[in-house]
């Protein structure tokens, strides 16, 4: 077996373990309701079992990096795939300190299901080892991802505690406006991560059944000379096409559910990179999540966080409070470090020019000032409790949009990042 092969399989062990650790974090939070022994003496039996099992997953995901580092002959965060496996991994690693500082188990409960929506998020993307381009040939590869990804994931286990600490004190009960108006914006919240769950299986779904459409599509530039130039490209999608690309006709598409032809053109003025397809993703990924978040209300027969809210009863909701700040002040300096003073050394030395206004250093630099105020509002101005929680739950918002967004999304000089 070569190095490879035995790294994409620690991948999977990884992913796995990661799963069954959520379940014993679940089962260390549902079951006290139906044990006959006392709620901590619940969670301090199947606490400890559900921290080594995510142990064990964090060594798996060590050995996927380090076997494809060798393997590879170069170090893993170079693609989307790449680089979202790092972030899940170096996630892991903060809940595990965070973890291992305030003994709080049940924190696992919601940053396990974070690392494994991250880890199955990176599957989406094309696995194989690609040829670094040679804006990526640098040891400021190194040094500049992971220390920026280091204190994103430090981010991410505030935001998993911000968004416990919502769930813990927002009362579903309430009916004045200001609980409803906060029942509705942590119900969104749970929405959205829906979404992405579905996202992703809506993806494996199709690419596991093999799903194939083809378009050929025409497109028109005007250069500085006004000469009119055309170009066909070809455009395949993975999901049936509800969008098809502006100006394109059908090559090939696979009957789905009766559909054998798209259902809408692109509008004309989505002219981003692979614009259609990211367009139909989006809706596929919409509708599905609804699909899901429904049929998740009709079993619960009330609001999902209505439904959680009870799971939280018992939590120290100030020593929550505080494991979120503390998470994302120790995540502040290493991302100050690591997304823009080594991403301005990175970028003179590859560019000759500390600074530009590509779109993936600008949004890197709204996230700094974003939680640059985050801890100017909590030191200063004293916003603890829930106005801190919905800063962190936000403030990962702007984190997820810089890495996925921007890539995906967006065009610039870091582009690369999304092949």
Known sequence: MSLLDFSSDAFIVAFFLYCFGFLF????????????????EHIRRWGPIAYIVSVLGFLAHLAF???????????????????????????????????????????????????????????????????????LQSYWLKIHVTTAASGEAFFAVGFAAGLM????????????????????????????????????????????????ASFKQETVSIDASGVENSSVNSVEYSLPPIFKPYNSQVVSIDSFLGMDQPL??????????????????????IINGSILYGILRLLLRRRIGAAIHP???????DDIDEISYR??????????????????????????RFWGWDPKEVWALITWLY???YLHLRLSRGWHGSKSAWLAVIGFVVVMFTLIGVNLVLVGLHSYAGV
């Open 25 to 40: 974090y679940g089962v260390a939070a549902l079951g006290k309701k139906w044990s006959k022994r006392s709620p901590e």
């Open 327 to 352: 998470a994302i002040a120790i995540g502040y300096p290493i991302f100050t470090l690591g997304a823009l003073i080594f991403a301005m050394i990175w970028a003179y030395i590859a560019w000759s």
């Open 264 to 285: 809408f053109e692109t509008p004309h003025w989505m002219k981003g990179v692979d614009a259609a397809r990211k367009l139909n993703t989006i809706t596929w990924s």
């Open 65 to 135: 990096f380090f076997t494809r580092w060798a393997g590879g002959g170069h170090i893993p965060t170079s693609n989307m795939y790449e680089f979202m496996s790092f972030l899940a991994m170096a996630i892991m690693a903060a809940f595990l300190i965070v973890n291992a500082i305030y003994r709080k188990p049940l924190l696992g409960l919601f940053a396990l299901p974070l690392v494994v929506i991250i880890v199955a998020y990176a599957a989406v993307f094309p696995q194989e080892v690609q040829p670094l381009i040679p804006a």
């Open 165 to 212: 600490y919502l769930l813990r004190t927002v009362d579903f009960a309430r009916t004045d406006v200001k609980s409803r108006r906060e029942q509705r914006w942590v119900e969104f919240t749970l929405y959205v991560i829906i979404v992405i769950i579905a996202f992703i299986s809506t993806v494996f779904a199709f690419r596991g059944a093999g799903y194939e």
């Open 371 to 373: 939680y640059t105020a």
């Open 311 to 317: 799971l939280m009863d018992g939590i120290d909701e």
